[in-house]
């Protein structure tokens, strides 16, 4: 099973590149985030017809989530984070599919901080861990893949100081990412490729693709069963060098 993660960046725009890595990665299970489309609007016919079943979550202009499942129908076991009745933004949904369970997060990015979008940051990452925790009790087999919006060490972000203020590389959600991950979570793609440098965003600015100036923002946390099924995987860092590109690139693992 090949299972990714892509922060798309408007599924609409974006659909072409989105249909042409499909056609040319052939994932089995793909976790999107950043919709940001009305949910009558996403593009469940074009998916369908490049062989993809999906469900998914949205908001107008803002966030959203979405699974796609190549040869099989998506099972949705949960269409919001639970522990807070009141948040209705799109950021988390979570299917069965092949006997594995998919949770796609679109974690918020906090900024600017300090001040009440960090609180939100924070808060929602602290339902994510309980909701992580209660998840491996049940002993299934769990994926968390997503946007955490959080670059967990200075591994993770290009040599700089220019981001030192930024809601992503702050000790607070590095820390509660740290903990997630000691909770019995296998993060993926560092587990794959040790101390190298590995990113999975890059921003418009200033040819920072070109330069390779990046951050890895986009995991694949597996739980304790999954883990040792863990073959490889990496990041089609490619995709990001199209026209029109998401300013993400999507990460990937295989499991046996």
Same mark, same amino acid.
């Given at each position: 099973?090949?299972?990714?993660?892509?922060?798309?960046?408007?599924?609409?725009? +974006?659909?072409?590149?989105?249909?042409?890595?499909?056609?040319?990665?052939?994932?089995?299970?793909?976790?999107?985030?950043? @919709?940001?489309? &009305?949910?009558?609007?996403?593009?469940?016919?074009?998916?369908?017809?490049?062989?993809?079943? /999906? *469900?998914?979550?949205?908001?107008?202009?803002?966030?959203?989530? /979405?699974? @796609? &499942?190549?040869?099989?129908?998506?099972?949705?076991?949960?269409? +919001?984070?639970?522990?807070?009745?009141?948040?209705?933004?799109? +950021?988390? *949904?979570?299917? &069965?599919?092949?006997?594995?369970?998919?949770?796609?997060?679109?974690?918020?990015n906090g900024n600017p901080q300090p001040g009440p979008k960090f609180d939100y940051k924070m808060e929602w990452f602290s339902r994510l861990a309980k909701h992580a925790a209660k998840l491996q009790k049940q002993g299934h087999p769990v994926i968390l893949a997503g946007d955490y919006n959080v670059a967990p060490t200075d591994l993770d972000i290009y040599p700089t100081k220019s981001w030192a203020k930024d809601a992503l590389v702050q000790p607070a959600p590095r820390k509660a990412f740290a903990a997630l991950v000691a909770k019995g979570w296998t993060d993926s793609l560092r587990e794959l490729y040790g101390d190298e440098r590995?990113?999975?965003?890059?921003?418009?600015? +200033?040819?920072?693709?070109?330069?390779?100036?990046?951050?890895?923002?986009?995991?694949?946390?597996?739980?304790?069963?999954?883990?040792?099924?863990?073959?490889e995987g990496g990041v089609d860092a490619d995709v990001r060098a199209e026209d029109g590109a998401s300013d993400h690139a999507p990460a990937w693992i295989r499991l046996r």
């Open positions: 099973m090949k299972i990714a993660t892509f922060n798309i960046n408007n599924v609409n725009k +974006r659909l072409p590149n989105l249909l042409r890595w499909l056609k040319r990665s052939k994932p089995d299970v793909v976790c999107l985030q950043e @919709l940001k489309c &009305a949910p009558a609007s996403f593009p469940e016919k074009e998916l369908l017809k490049a062989g993809y079943s /999906a *469900i998914w979550e949205s908001e107008t202009s803002w966030n959203g989530v /979405a699974i @796609l &499942a190549k040869g099989a129908m998506p099972v949705a076991t949960a269409r +919001r984070l639970p522990g807070n009745p009141s948040d209705h933004q799109a +950021r988390y *949904i979570e299917a &069965a599919i092949n006997g594995v369970l998919v949770a796609c997060i679109y974690l918020p590995v990113y999975t965003f890059w921003t418009y600015w +200033r040819n920072r693709f070109e330069r390779d100036d990046g951050l890895r923002l986009d995991h694949l946390l597996l739980s304790k069963n999954l883990a040792p099924k863990l073959i």
